[in-house]
C-alpha cells in the first residue's frame, strides 16, 4: 500500500532491497536456529511481542529517513521468513 501511495512499486525489485530482506531474514533465521542465548529468549511471550512491535517501528522511522526501499527489503524480508516457514511445515 505504501509503496503505491508513494509510486514506488519499482523499488520492489531494487536488487539491493531483495538482498537487505533476504539476507537479514536469513541471519535473524540462524540467531534462532543455532544454539545462541537469542533462542532462548525467544520463547519468551513478551520477547515476541517487543521485537514486533520494535521491528514496525524501526521499519516505519527508517522508511522515513531512508524512503520506500526500507520497505520494500522488509517486504522480502517476510517473504523469506514465510517461504521458510512454509517449508519447516512441510517436511516435519
Known amino acids: 500500500m505504501y509503496l503505491r501511495q508513494t509510486d514506488a512499486l519499482d523499488t520492489l525489485w531494487a536488487e539491493s532491497a531483495i538482498a537487505v530482506g533476504v539476507v537479514g531474514a536469513l541471519g535473524v533465521e540462524a540467531l534462532f536456529v543455532l ?37 520494500a527489503a522488509a517486504c522480502w524480508g517476510l517473504v523469506t521468513y514465510f517461504a521458510l516457514l512454509a517449508v519447516s511445515l512441510c517436511y516435519r
Open 35 to 71: 544454539d545462541t542465548p537469542v533462542a532462548s529468549l525467544w520463547e519468551r511471550r513478551g520477547v515476541r511481542t517487543t521485537s514486533a512491535v520494535a521491528l514496525i517501528a524501526c521499519a516505519v522511522g527508517l522508511a522515513v529517513l531512508v524512503g520506500p526501499v526500507v520497505v
